[in-house]
């Protein structure tokens, strides 16, 4: 029964978020940011707040660490790292901007115990880029990580990784183009929902190959950062317009949970983007 809700089991999950508390918008590094227009940060902070707080109404564990002045991105935790079964992998950014984010990251993990880290050689800038299945780790390229360090990545993890093409730049992360609805078991395979125009004709076989069911989104889906969604696989926290996609969801046996990213989507970011998954293993 794939569209009913009972075969849906949501899975409690660990996150790591950090408050938007020098969130603005100073310089340009991907198409959706403008430094011409206004910014609050007290309204990114409260978008924020209720994202973390929908988290832990739904059970999950959200654990912060302390924003920095002057890294007004920071906001954006998923590009700090990947951690697979207590392994982590920081992150290296493309941007000079952001490149002193890593080190905070990486001392907050080895703060809290985590031993086995590993900062990358290459361009990698983490779960902006690398979404886990449950058995292999989807890893997108095209204008952020380099294609490099996705051997980088196996590496370090001990896991499969397949390469994606990402080819449009508004789509500049993978997880603006894709994440995972519910991850691989013993008896079934991932599903995931993506946006097929924001990759190479190549990576689109690939998807589908590896994932015949998948939920294809559409350019409205995209547009409003539909696929920068986190599922715990069955509740899927999405933007609050991602009405149509939600719904498509819905017919699937999950549970669309909407908020209001707005204020974040002037820098690029959605609910994933805030998000970096632990999995301890």
């Not at 906001?75 to 207590?86: E, K």
């Not at 902006?128 to 952020?144: E, I």
């Not at 069911?213 to 969604?229: I, M, Q, Y």
């Given at each position: ?63 912060e660490i302390d924003p920095q002045p002057g890294l007004p991105d920071m906001v954006f935790a998923a590009n700090s790292g990947t951690v697979v079964d207590g ?129 294809l989104a559409t350019r409205e889906d995209a547009e409003c950062f539909g696929l920068n969604g986190v599922s715990d696989g069955r509740n899927v926290v999405l ?10 969801l819905a017919e699937r046996g999950y549970e669309p949970v909407y908020v209001d990213i707005s204020e974040l989507r002037k820098a690029g970011g959605g609910p ?10």
């Amino acid at each position: 029964m794939q569209g009913s809700l009972a075969t849906r089991v949501p899975t409690t999950r660990r996150y790591l978020m950090c408050p938007p508390r020098f969130f603005a918008v100073d310089y340009v590094i991907n198409p959706w940011m403008d430094p011409t227009q206004p910014v609050s940060a007290d309204v990114a902070m409260a978008q924020w707040t209720e994202l973390r707080d929908t988290y832990r109404r739904l059970g999950h564990t959200v654990e912060e660490i302390d924003p920095q002045p002057g890294l007004p991105d920071m906001v954006f935790a998923a590009n700090s790292g990947t951690v697979v079964d207590g392994r982590v992998l920081g992150s290296r950014f493309r941007a000079p901007q952001r490149a002193a984010e890593a080190e905070h990251f990486r001392r907050w993990f080895v703060e809290h115990g985590y031993r086995d880290i590993t900062m990358p050689e290459k361009i990698n800038e983490a779960e902006g880029d690398f979404a886990w299945t449950g058995t292999l780790l989807l890893a997108g390229t095209g204008f952020r990580t380099d294609p490099a360090a996705h051997a980088e990545a196996q590496e370090v993890l001990g896991v499969p990784v397949v390469s994606l093409q990402l080819v449009d730049p508004r789509y500049y992360h993978l997880d603006t183009a894709l994440f995972v609805l519910a991850e691989a078991t013993d008896t079934t395979r991932a599903q995931i929902v993506y946006y097929p125009d924001a990759f190479s004709a190549g990576s689109r076989r690939v998807l589908e190959r590896l994932f015949p069911d998948a939920v294809l989104a559409t350019r409205e889906d995209a547009e409003c950062f539909g696929l920068n969604g986190v599922s715990d696989g069955r509740n899927v926290v999405l933007p609050v317009e991602a009405t149509r996609l939600g719904e498509r969801l819905a017919e699937r046996g999950y549970e669309p949970v909407y908020v209001d990213i707005s204020e974040l989507r002037k820098a690029g970011g959605g609910p994933k983007c805030c998000t970096l998954e632990i999995r301890k293993g």
